[in-house]
């Protein structure tokens, strides 16, 4: 029995041994890679979600549509256990909206609403437009210079994550020095005169002003004749509302491991979009390519060892409530995810993947130096399509319960060379994405899934 006992784990070491080869993979993603550069199919979904779809905004019919569309779309690609996991998501309402100058010359602004904000009062509001370029000169101004004045908030785009503070919270601190409502600029840092919306946060119990964006021309615009002293007025109407809670669900399709079938690489985007443009860069590519990422190793008879998993989360727009839960549903078996990947930056050409999250890492173990470079090991399967490098930190708002769960998490980074021009407005539409691009986010993604759910080891057991 002891000798017997002594070659099982014998046996077991030399598998936890076993050296990760790239020549082992190389030829399978050779033909993931090739399958994907030439699909045609992914696309055509992509281009039917925009066209015959639109825009998708939590509660709304339209994001019901494709949320029945896509579970019918995984079942005739051949996923298996595809299924609806239901959740409540936040249902917002625009209605109509206009923005109008009213000094020192009468004319229309163009305009959106910030996702989640209050309406203005019958008849809308006008008032004096105050200009600030920052929360320090918001501050400073006081109540005594702020309040019954809309404010205007002319942050020059930095990047993403530092400017989009002034959108999410820019009408809530307004509010609370007397504002009666907010302009943003938009969050971009290019515009055709075209808004870009997102959503916008309130203090719990505190007051609640309408909050609109602007574009970048019409923000310099009106900052230039604050500046002169004239005194800017404008007329801000919104007819926006919140409902009750609407019933939508996550959608989920999958190919069933070999050997290992409880173990499981989760892949996905969302499937919401803002209720302007088509959604297409943001998220309809990077649940589309996801889709046939998985789609393509069944076609080429590809069952990895473990399962890989396709998901369409729903509302991470404006609550995220369907990343919530997924990892609710999951309960104790969150621990069988040994890997979760999305797309949520649009379908730009990809060079790589980030790799854990950094916000997560403060509040658990950061990922160990072992896993990550079995990462970079992976990433170099992509060399031949330039998308190789893999850094540390990021993952995605949908699968941040995951991460902080522990779950080694891959976030897909593209060049972003014009994402955020279009991203939140009604310019995201499908003709923004490159056909040529789009496939090579796929190949990236059916790599990555196909390696970390065939590889012996789970990442996260890598020290």
């Excluded at 992914?42 to 779809?53: S, T």
């Excluded at 004096?128 to 000169?137: I, K, Y």
Aim: charged fraction near 25%; include cysteine.
């Amino acid at each position: 029995m002891r000798t017997n006992t002594l070659l099982i784990l014998l046996g077991g070491a030399v598998l936890a041994a076993t050296p990760f080869l790239l020549k082992d993979y190389r030829d399978v993603s050779a033909r993931l890679i090739g399958a994907a550069l030439t699909d045609d199919a992914g696309l055509a979904r992509l281009q039917y979600l925009c066209d015959r779809i639109g825009n998708r905004v939590s509660g709304s019919v339209a994001l019901e549509k494709a949320v029945s569309w896509a579970e019918q779309e995984m079942k005739r690609a051949g996923l298996e256990n595809v299924r609806a996991i239901p959740v409540k998501v936040p249902h917002w309402v625009r209605g109509a909206e206009s923005l109008v100058m009213v000094e020192p010359l009468a004319r229309p602004i163009p305009m959106l609403g910030l996702g989640g904000s209050v309406g203005t009062p019958l008849g809308g509001i006008e008032a004096e437009v105050v200009v600030v370029s920052d929360f320090d000169e918001l501050e400073k101004l006081g109540r005594e210079k702020i309040a019954g004045k809309i404010v205007l908030y002319n942050a020059p785009y930095v990047s993403y994550g530092v400017t989009n503070v002034y959108r999410t919270s820019g009408p809530a601190r307004a509010a609370a020095l007397g504002a009666v409502a907010a302009l943003v600029r938009s969050i971009t840092p290019a515009s055709l005169r075209d808004p870009h919306t997102g959503a916008t946060n309130y203090k719990e119990g505190g007051p609640k002003i309408p909050g609109a964006a602007v574009s970048i021309e019409d923000a310099m615009s009106l900052a230039r004749l604050s500046a002169t002293g004239e005194h800017v007025r404008v007329k801000l109407n919104m007819e926006a509302q919140t409902l009750p809670e609407a019933n939508s669900a996550d959608i989920m399709g999958e190919i069933r491991g070999r050997e290992k079938p409880d173990e499981v690489v989760v892949l996905g985007g969302h499937i919401d979009s803002w209720d302007v443009g088509q959604g297409a860069q943001d998220d309809g590519a990077g649940i589309m390519a996801a889709m046939e990422a998985v789609v393509l190793m069944k076609q080429l008879n590809l069952r990895p060892r473990r399962t890989v998993r396709v998901v369409f989360w729903t509302n991470e727009e404006n609550g995220a409530a369907g990343g919530k839960a997924y990892r609710e549903w999951l309960g104790a078996d969150v621990n069988k995810h040994v890997a979760a990947i999305e797309m949520d930056e649009g379908a730009e050409r990809p060079v790589g993947f980030d790799f854990g999250d950094e916000e997560a890492a403060l509040r658990r173990p950061p990922v160990a130096e072992a896993a990550f470079q079995r990462a970079v090991d992976i990433g170099k399967l992509l060399e031949g399509i330039n998308a190789s490098a893999i850094s540390k930190g990021g993952g995605g708002t949908d699968i941040n319960p995951l991460t902080l769960a522990g779950v080694p998490s891959f976030g897909l980074r593209t060049v972003g060379t014009h994402y955020f021009d279009w991203h939140h407005s009604n310019a995201d539409t499908f003709d923004k994405v490159d056909p040529h691009d789009f496939r090579l986010n796929i190949a990236a993604l059916a790599v990555l899934s196909y390696t970390l759910a065939e590889m012996p080891e789970r990442l996260g057991d890598l020290k």
